[in-house]
C-alpha cells in the first residue's frame, strides 16, 4: 500500500510500514540499530517547535522557541536553532520526525515509563530489543548487542548475548594474550553446531577489537564529535559498526532533559550535543550509514503550559526521530504528528500534546527492514499494531486488523489521561 499523502502536519495516528522505510536495501545486509534514549522527558515543543502556531507562542511567553530562532520545516514545524547540524540530514531525507509520538502509559513517571517503553509495553518479559534479538532468524554474536555506559539498559534486559562498555578498551578475553586466542580458535575450528559457532564468531570478535585498541584511528570524513560522554560514546559505536564485529543493536543515553526549572538556561547545552554528536557519528560512519539506523526517543514530552519555575512539567507525546538511509524513500525529509494544531479539541484532557503516535508502531517499519522475517508479536507482545501493514507476523486475522484500523482513528492514548506529575 503506498504511503497516503497528508499535509504534513495533519493527524497521523495510523504509522504504516511504507511511511519511513526504504525496503529496497539488500536484505542480506547486517543491519545495525543505534538506539538513543534521551532520559527525562525531552521537551519536543522545543526540539521541534510549532512555531506557524500562535497558541503555542502565547502559552510559552519565556520559554517559546521564537521563529527567528528556528529553521522551518514545513511552515508549521521548525528545528531549533541549537539542532542545525541535522538540518541537512532532513533536507538530503534522511531525516524523519515523529511528532506527538510517546506510549500509553499515563502515569507520568519517570521509572515507570521509562520501563514501559524499554519492556516495549506490559505484556513481555525482559526488554523489546533483547525480544527482537531473539526473535531474529540469524543468531548474534557475542557483540550482537552493547550498550555504551556503565549499566544495562532494560530495553536488553534477557539478551541472549551483550556487553556494557564504555570504551572499546573495556572488552577484552582475559589478558588478551594472542596465543591463548589463537589456541582457542583451533580448538573451536572444528566443533560443530551452534556452540562451535557462537565461540568463532566471540573468537574472530575479540581478534577485531584487538586491532582496533592497537590502532586507534581517528574519525573519518574530518568528523568532530562532541567533548562530552555521549561524544565520546558514539565515537565508540562508529569503531564498532565499522571493525564489523557483528553488532546488530547498541544504546546510549544522554541525560538531563527533566528541565522542571529554568528550562531555557539548560535545554540548548542538550540539544546542540545531541544534534552534534549524531552528525559526527553520521559523518565517521560514511558509506557505513547504508546498513544502520539511529532512532532517538524519550519517555514522555513536556507539557504544553510553561510553569511559574520557567520551566515545564512532565507531559505525554514527544518528539521521535530516524536518521539513516533507509527513512529517505518515505518519511524522510518531512514531519508527521498525531496532531494539527494546539486547538484545545487536539490536546488531550488536561491540555497537553497527546501521544497519538505509538513508539512501537514507529520502531516496527525499521526492525522489519533489518531483519524482514521478524515476527513483531514477538518483540512487542500484545501490542496491536496501527494497520495490517505493521500487523505482526501472526495468527491475527485480516477482520481483527481492520476493525483495528477503523478503532485506532481515536488512540487510546488519547484518553483521559493522569494529572499531570510534576
Given at each position: 500500500?503506498?504511503?497516503?499523502?497528508?499535509?504534513?502536519?495533519?493527524?497521523?495516528?495510523?504509522?504504516?510500514?511504507?511511511?519511513?522505510?526504504?525496503?529496497?536495501?539488500?536484505?542480506?545486509?547486517?543491519?545495525?540499530?543505534?538506539?538513543?534514549?534521551?532520559?527525562?522527558?525531552?521537551?519536543?515543543?522545543?526540539?521541534?517547535?510549532?512555531?506557524?502556531?500562535?497558541?503555542?507562542?502565547?502559552?510559552?511567553?519565556?520559554?517559546?522557541?521564537?521563529?527567528?530562532?528556528?529553521?522551518?520545516?514545513?511552515?508549521?514545524?521548525?528545528?531549533?536553532?541549537?539542532?542545525?547540524?541535522?538540518?541537512?540530514?532532513?533536507?538530503?531525507?534522511?531525516?524523519?520526525?515523529?511528532?506527538?509520538?510517546?506510549?500509553?502509559?499515563?502515569?507520568?513517571?519517570?521509572?515507570?515509563?521509562?520501563?514501559?517503553?524499554?519492556?516495549?509495553?506490559?505484556?513481555?518479559?525482559?526488554?523489546?530489543?533483547?525480544?527482537?534479538?531473539?526473535?531474529?532468524?540469524?543468531?548474534?554474536?557475542?557483540?550482537?548487542?552493547?550498550?555504551?555506559?556503565?549499566?544495562?539498559?532494560?530495553?536488553?534486559?534477557?539478551?541472549?548475548?551483550?556487553?556494557?562498555?564504555?570504551?572499546?578498551?573495556?572488552?577484552?578475553?582475559?589478558?588478551?594474550?594472542?596465543?591463548?586466542?589463537?589456541?582457542?580458535?583451533?580448538?573451536?575450528?572444528?566443533?560443530?553446531?551452534?556452540?562451535?559457532?557462537?565461540?568463532?564468531?566471540?573468537?574472530?570478535?575479540?581478534?577485531?577489537?584487538?586491532?582496533?585498541?592497537?590502532?586507534?584511528?581517528?574519525?573519518?570524513?574530518?568528523?568532530?564529535?562532541?567533548?562530552?560522554?555521549?561524544?565520546?560514546?558514539?565515537?565508540?559505536?562508529?569503531?564498532?559498526?565499522?571493525?564489523?564485529?557483528?553488532?546488530?543493536t547498541t544504546t546510549i543515553d544522554l541525560d538531563g532533559w527533566d528541565t522542571h526549572f529554568v528550562q531555557g538556561q539548560l535545554i540548548g547545552g542538550l540539544m546542540r550535543n545531541l544534534a552534534a554528536g549524531l552528525n559526527a557519528l553520521v559523518t565517521d560512519l560514511g558509506e557505513h550509514m547504508r546498513r544502520v539506523t539511529i532512532v532517538t526517543m524519550t519517555e514522555f514530552g513536556r507539557r504544553l503550559n510553561e510553569n511559574t519555575s520557567f520551566g515545564t512539567d512532565h507531559g505525554a507525546g514527544s518528539v521521535m526521530m530516524l536518521l539513516g538511509d533507509g527513512v529517505s524513500a518515505n518519511g524522510g525529509g518531512t514531519v508527521r504528528s498525531g496532531w494539527s494544531d494546539l486547538s484545545a479539541s487536539n490536546l488531550d484532557d488536561v491540555?497537553?500534546?497527546?501521544?497519538?503516535?505509538?513508539?512501537?508502531?514507529?520502531?516496527?517499519?525499521?526492525?522489519?527492514?533489518?531483519?524482514?522475517?521478524?515476527?513483531?508479536?514477538?518483540?512487542?507482545?500484545?501490542?496491536?499494531?496501527?494497520?495490517?501493514?505493521?500487523?505482526?507476523?501472526?495468527?491475527?486475522?485480516?477482520?481483527?486488523?481492520?476493525?483495528?484500523?477503523?478503532?485506532?482513528?481515536?488512540?487510546?492514548?488519547?484518553?483521559?489521561?493522569?494529572?499531570?506529575?510534576?
Amino acid at each position: 500500500m503506498p504511503p497516503i499523502s497528508l499535509p504534513i502536519h495533519n493527524p497521523a495516528p495510523s504509522v504504516t510500514r511504507s511511511d519511513f522505510v526504504d525496503r529496497s536495501a539488500a536484505a542480506t545486509d547486517e543491519r545495525v540499530l543505534v538506539v538513543v534514549f534521551l532520559r527525562g522527558g525531552a521537551d519536543g515543543l522545543t526540539l521541534v517547535p510549532p512555531v506557524g502556531d500562535d497558541r503555542y507562542h502565547r502559552v510559552r511567553p519565556s520559554l517559546g522557541v521564537k521563529k527567528a530562532d528556528a529553521i522551518d520545516l514545513n511552515g508549521y514545524f521548525a528545528l531549533n536553532v541549537a539542532l542545525d547540524p541535522l538540518h541537512q540530514h532532513f533536507k538530503s531525507g534522511h531525516l524523519a520526525v515523529i511528532h506527538g509520538a510517546g506510549s500509553e502509559d499515563h502515569t507520568r513517571s519517570h521509572f515507570e515509563a521509562q520501563d514501559f517503553m524499554e519492556h516495549g509495553g506490559p505484556a513481555g518479559g525482559g526488554g523489546w530489543l533483547a525480544r527482537y534479538l531473539r526473535a531474529r532468524d540469524k543468531a548474534p554474536s557475542a557483540l550482537g548487542a552493547v550498550a555504551i555506559g556503565t549499566t544495562q539498559p532494560e530495553s536488553l534486559r534477557g539478551a541472549p548475548v551483550g556487553a556494557v562498555m564504555q570504551t572499546v578498551r573495556d572488552f577484552s578475553f582475559g589478558d588478551d594474550d594472542p596465543t591463548v586466542i589463537d589456541q582457542l580458535a583451533r580448538l573451536y575450528a572444528v566443533e560443530a553446531g551452534p556452540l562451535g559457532q557462537a565461540a568463532r564468531d566471540t573468537i574472530d570478535a575479540v581478534k577485531k577489537l584487538r586491532l582496533l585498541r592497537t590502532q586507534n584511528a581517528p574519525p573519518a570524513n574530518g568528523a568532530q564529535y562532541p567533548d562530552s560522554n555521549f561524544g565520546r560514546g558514539l565515537r565508540e559505536i562508529a569503531k564498532l559498526i565499522k571493525a564489523d564485529v557483528g553488532l546488530v543493536t547498541t544504546t546510549i543515553d544522554l541525560d538531563g532533559w527533566d528541565t522542571h526549572f529554568v528550562q531555557g538556561q539548560l535545554i540548548g547545552g542538550l540539544m546542540r550535543n545531541l544534534a552534534a554528536g549524531l552528525n559526527a557519528l553520521v559523518t565517521d560512519l560514511g558509506e557505513h550509514m547504508r546498513r544502520v539506523t539511529i532512532v532517538t526517543m524519550t519517555e514522555f514530552g513536556r507539557r504544553l503550559n510553561e510553569n511559574t519555575s520557567f520551566g515545564t512539567d512532565h507531559g505525554a507525546g514527544s518528539v521521535m526521530m530516524l536518521l539513516g538511509d533507509g527513512v529517505s524513500a518515505n518519511g524522510g525529509g518531512t514531519v508527521r504528528s498525531g496532531w494539527s494544531d494546539l486547538s484545545a479539541s487536539n490536546l488531550d484532557d488536561v491540555g497537553d500534546v497527546p501521544a497519538l503516535i505509538n513508539y512501537r508502531d514507529a520502531l516496527a517499519p525499521i526492525l522489519l527492514r533489518h531483519a524482514p522475517t521478524v515476527d513483531l508479536s514477538k518483540v512487542f507482545p500484545g501490542h496491536r499494531f496501527a494497520d495490517s501493514m505493521a500487523a505482526p507476523r501472526s495468527a491475527v486475522s485480516e477482520a481483527r486488523v481492520r476493525h483495528h484500523v477503523r478503532a485506532s482513528t481515536r488512540s487510546p492514548m488519547s484518553r483521559r489521561q493522569n494529572a499531570p506529575s510534576k
